[in-house]
């Protein structure tokens, strides 16, 4: 039978049992129930092409929400208080995997990722234009943009333009960087600005500016300025100058030709500069000379030889006092001088006595 006009029911209305409620005492519409506790409540489950919600307030699901056939896209059990995106049994509170071919799991365009009060750890190879943290703990990191970091752990990273306040790194690649404490073991760092630097096997291929070094087992450094302590636990190995303004130690081993202040010393020969070399102390560890040389000369008079082997000369005199020897400091250093009286001739004597 058909009817055309509109069908109008004013009491409400119900359709067999418990599969469609029309109350107007609850104002409310039931299906498969025949107490709606809302607008509209289902009991059970709702199958559709398309749902187009025109609502502005809070969709809540008491139970799981699953899209795409047993929550293979998105599924977000409360039991486990866990949501997963392209799994349907996520293991952590936000497990996102990856999807089929497809390396990128995650694209965030023109926007930031935030972590409040937490690490991220990269345990593959990641790829970061610009990367601001508090910690990161990765391996294979890359990150080619500007970097702001409080705290950095990493294996085989790359880093690019990097303001970093702890760094311990193995292997990695760092451009440009600023840091503040840095332990370094088998890392290459371009050009940067170390506050304290504790490097193993490490290689500075730039200019590197520190306050305190710290260089174990075998590190290269490029051109580098200490404004701290040098400490090195093997062998310092310089193939250039080296200009410092005091040196400390217990053996040092120079193989070419050293110059101290006006001392050069080359093949074992010690020379002077400029002026002449002094030596200071009893010299007995000094070799090639006798120590404690005791010296003898030989006597003469008017060309005939008296004897040798005297190591003392006395002057004397008839009179006991016409000769008389100055030394030192009465007269010049090394110089003693002998002065003779003359006496009177007999002759004169024997003229002056008739």
Known sequence: MAVNKNFVVRNGIEVAENL?????????????????SSTVDVAGGIVA?????????????????NVGTGGTIISAIPDLTAIGLHTAVPGYAV??????????VVFVKNG???????????SGVSSIGYLDVGAIEATGIRVTGVTTIASIDAQGAHVGVATIINADITGADIGIATITNLINTGATVGIATI???VGTGATFAGITTTRDLIVQNGASIGVATVTGDLSVGGNLNVTGDISYDE???????????STLGTVQISSGIVTATSGIVTYFGDGSNLSGIATELTATIGVGSEGTFI????????????????????????TAAGVAT???TPGVSIGLVIALGS
């Open 307 to 330: 004897g040798a082997g005297i190591t003392q000369i006395d002057f004397a005199s008839t009179n006991g006092t016409a000769i008389a020897v100055d030394v030192p400091p009465a």
């Open 247 to 257: 040196v400390t130690g217990r053996n040092i081993s120079i193989t070419g030709v």
């Open 95 to 104: 497990q996102i995997d990856k999807p089929g071919a497809d390396p990128t």
């Open 20 to 36: 469609i409620v029309a109350s107007t005492s609850l104002d409310a519409v039931g299906l498969g129930t025949t107490t709606p």
């Open 49 to 65: 092409d398309n749902i187009l919600s025109r609502a502005y307030g809070i969709t809540t699901s008491l139970g799981e929400f």
């Open 112 to 122: 930031d990722v935030v972590i409040n009060d937490g690490n991220l750890k990269v």
């Open 195 to 197: 506050d304290n630097l």
């Open 338 to 340: 002998v002065t003779i």
